[in-house]
């Protein structure tokens, strides 16, 4: 289990695990047209994606990883700064591929990324009815708060490995 940086040589892999085993609200953000996952899809999904090559330190400052099981490209993550010593996360994993403690382990691999960018606090959040989701994060030692009308959880983690700073 691994996760690895984006890029252009394992963006179509990515892509196709997006594709066969996910619909396209669940990887990326909305894309008006027909449901399904359309050829604007697919170059929208490649754009979000090389539009976070420069990482942290790049102008969105925002990372993806391709999460990798046993050497195949399973689903994807992402880490992006949300303030001074604080990233946010957030995951999905292909459908045939849930439910394995893939989830777990990966958001497990992004807090040592997170230490090592310098985060003290990695936020995510998710809705109430997630259980997939909180359970992830319940299980990585999450803080959760429930939003009091929206629905919405959002977590707290604290990386637990000690690194040098580097975000800016």
């Known amino acids: 289990m691994e996760v690895r940086r984006v890029d252009e040589d394992s963006l179509e892999g990515l892509l196709a695990v997006a594709v066969e085993d996910a619909a396209?609200?669940?990887?990326?953000?909305?894309?008006a047209g027909p449901p399904g996952w359309t050829a604007l899809r697919r170059d929208a999904f490649?754009?979000?994606?090389?539009?976070?090559?420069?990482g942290l330190a790049g102008p969105l400052g925002e990372s993806t990883f391709t999460v990798v099981d046993d050497g195949v490209p399973v689903g994807s993550a992402r880490l992006a700064l949300r303030g001074e010593g604080v990233l946010e996360t957030g995951m999905w994993l292909g459908r045939s591929?849930?439910?394995?403690?893939?989830?777990?382990?990966?958001?497990?691999?992004?807090?040592?990324e997170a230490a090592r960018a310098g985060?003290?606090?990695?936020?995510?959040?998710?809705?109430?009815?997630?259980?997939?989701?909180?359970?992830?994060l319940r299980?990585?030692?999450?803080?959760?708060?429930?939003?009091?009308?929206?629905g919405d959880v959002l977590a707290e983690?604290?990386?637990?490995?000690?690194?040098?700073?580097?975000?800016?």
């Open 24 to 31: 396209p609200e669940e990887v990326m953000p909305p894309v």
């Open 46 to 54: 490649r754009d979000w994606h090389r539009s976070r090559f420069p």
């Open 97 to 112: 591929h849930r439910g394995r403690g893939i989830g777990t382990a990966a958001l497990r691999l992004l807090l040592d």
């Open 119 to 136: 985060a003290r606090v990695v936020v995510a959040d998710t809705t109430a009815d997630n259980s997939a989701a909180l359970g992830v």
């Open 139 to 150: 299980r990585s030692g999450a803080a959760l708060t429930a939003g009091r009308e929206s």
């Open 157 to 168: 983690l604290t990386p637990v490995k000690v690194f040098p700073p580097r975000l800016r």
